[in-house]
């Protein structure tokens, strides 16, 4: 039997229905993070716009209540990087995750002088010294120089972070966390001991119901996993199969229906490090070849954009002097005029989110050159 190919404009409105990019929710923000699998959150901003871009009459103390009530948290998972997620979703998909993080450190340590490094008693030490309260990662490094001064103390520093199941603390800040937080051991602020399953397949699953139709070096390159070509057949066992359109093979779930690829696509502005163009090896369902290098830039930043009919068609920032907020569209090639207007519309409501104190708003474009 022959799959289907589908044309990228089909992959794209069908991941863009899936992460909530064609209409906004009218849900509950948990609902919304359990269904993304959380926000890569290597700030604290850009998940309070992730979400504001999907949710319909999203406000700040939605999310702010949810992390103040221990719901949702801010930890390492998916590659290794931050990520606000639902704690309930945190404890049952670390232990398929930690293998990646076990990776990370492995690679940090060979690159490190610490010839004499003691992992289980680093880990112990550290874990003794977080069960007392919650530490910064400052407070954690001079403990463990002090424990072992002729070890490097990145490398003890980095072992903490990825082999123990650490979150972040929050505070009373507007988005939540301050730029030097405190860590707490996850069974410890949330009162519940971690999971202890490794299950790939029903993340990958979770996985394609966020961003399918996918393959599994799609899936590998959103989760830091890999050598999964030995379990592929147990992966795709029950899914959907289908092409793109270079013949590779794609996977989904058997109840997703797939938009038309006419299906009308708003504009919408996505915020830095959006996990929409993060989850694919192939990303042009979202972003054309010729304007990546302008979205993914030196030290692994990804900067904030916007998407027309679907697709990124430039970036953004806003800019803050002396109280007064400005909200810079940058295009990378030529708009019409409706996408201009309807852009300036969207701005208008988003500059109003992300800096509620501002004296006053403008939004403004930056054409290539300026």
């Not at 400052?138 to 003890?156: H, T």
């Not at 799609?218 to 793109?244: C, E, I, M, N, P």
Request: aromatic content about 8%; proline content about 6%; overall charge neutral.
């Amino acid at each position: 039997m022959t799959e289907r190919v589908l044309a990228v404009r089909e992959l794209n409105r069908a991941t863009l229905a899936r992460q909530m990019l064609l209409s906004r929710a009218a849900a509950p923000a948990i609902d919304v993070i359990e269904r993304l699998v959380g926000l890569q959150a290597q700030y604290p901003q850009p998940p309070y716009i992730g979400l504001w871009s999907r949710v319909r009459d999203f406000t700040r103390d939605d999310l702010a209540r949810l992390i103040a009530s221990r719901t949702v948290i801010r930890a390492t998972l998916m590659r290794g990087t931050l990520h606000l997620c639902a704690a309930n979703d945190f404890t049952e998909l670390r232990p398929t995750i930690q293998s990646v993080l076990d990776d990370g450190f492995a690679s940090v340590l060979k690159r490190m002088d610490c010839p004499d490094f003691d992992r289980e008693n680093v880990l112990a030490a550290a874990r003794a010294f977080l069960s007392v309260r919650p530490r910064t990662f400052e407070d954690i490094s001079a403990m463990l120089a002090e424990r072992w001064p002729n070890c490097e103390v990145g490398a003890m520093r980095y072992a903490a972070r990825m082999l123990l199941p650490l979150l972040q603390t929050p505070n009373d800040s507007t988005w939540s966390y301050p730029g030097k937080p405190a860590f707490a051991l996850a069974e410890d602020w949330l009162g519940r001991p971690m999971g202890n399953a490794v299950d790939v397949r029903a993340l990958f699953h979770r996985y394609l119901a966020a961003f399918g139709p996918a393959s599994i070096s799609d899936f590998q390159t959103w989760s830091g996993l890999s050598g999964l070509k030995a379990v592929a057949d147990a992966l795709k066992a029950g899914l959907r199969v289908y092409r793109d359109e270079r013949k590779r093979e794609l996977l989904d779930l058997p109840d997703m229906e797939l938009p038309p690829a006419d299906t009308p696509a708003p504009e919408r502005f996505l915020p830095e490090y959006d996990n929409l163009l993060l989850a694919h090896t192939q990303r042009t369902r979202i972003i054309p070849d010729e304007h990546r290098v302008k979205v993914f830039l030196s030290a692994l930043r990804v900067r904030a954009t916007f998407l027309i009919d679907g697709f990124v068609r430039g970036a953004w920032r806003v800019d803050t002097v002396k109280g007064n907020a400005r909200l810079v569209i940058e295009p990378f090639d030529t708009l019409t005029k409706a996408n201009r207007s309807a852009l300036i519309d969207e701005a208008e409501h988003l500059v109003r989110f992300t800096e509620p104190g501002a004296k006053s708003y403008e939004v403004r474009f930056e054409e290539e050159g300026e």
